[in-house]
């Protein structure tokens, strides 16, 4: 990212530019749409603290959010820094549990998207009809509705519902994205909402969509992992892109 004047925050400097990177990523959502009023989360591991992660100040739209606004918490959400905004301590719970017990799970999304609730709304989930959805076949865990989830005992049916995946579709409820860093988040749950969208169009057409073989789907998936991604990782190219997409807009993020 570009240099910019860092305002007066006492944090090293790779956190800082974390919270460069989790902002932008909250704009990102808002200007995609993926925003939920002040609800919903991005949380994202701080590189070099052990135990601390970065999360919105709960009240403010993401469109308010900013480097340094945003609020450092530990495992459990207890504040670690003066930052004068609260934090939604109740939402944080599955991100909690996540940073927890995946040691990989460095970046973790949660949003309650049209499309996306709409698909955790039925039945078949995310159905084989089109070619985002052809990227999930197969790659995403699925957990019943226990109502909120705010309860850490929900926690460990969490888990185990999620196995070896890394999408966990809450049923009647919304995904969570998590990955190594926010660049492979942003980038997949871009791809899960275009599946979901284009699933909710088709469907409301009153046709049958046509279902695409498992044969076929093994031959996207392969040949999806051949595919070079711009800027050398998953979704680095397309994060970046949408970074001077909201730098157009308005550079108050990177406060
Ligand atoms: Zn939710």
Redesign the pocket.
Known sequence: MATQIRPNIHCSDAEWQARLELAACYRIFDLLGWSESV??HISLRVPDQEGAFLINPFGLLYSEVTASNLVKIDIDGNKLDDNPHPVNLA?FTQHGYFHRHLDWAHAIC?V?TTATMAVCSLEEGLMPINFYACNFMGRLAYHDFEG??VRAEEGERLLANLADKNILM?RN??PVVMAKNLQAMFVQQWALQRACEIQMATLSMGRPPIMISQDVINVHQRDLNLANPPGGGPGVGDFNAWVRRIDQIDRSWRD
């Open positions: 609800y919903n939402g949660h309650h909120i989830t809450l409820h919304g």
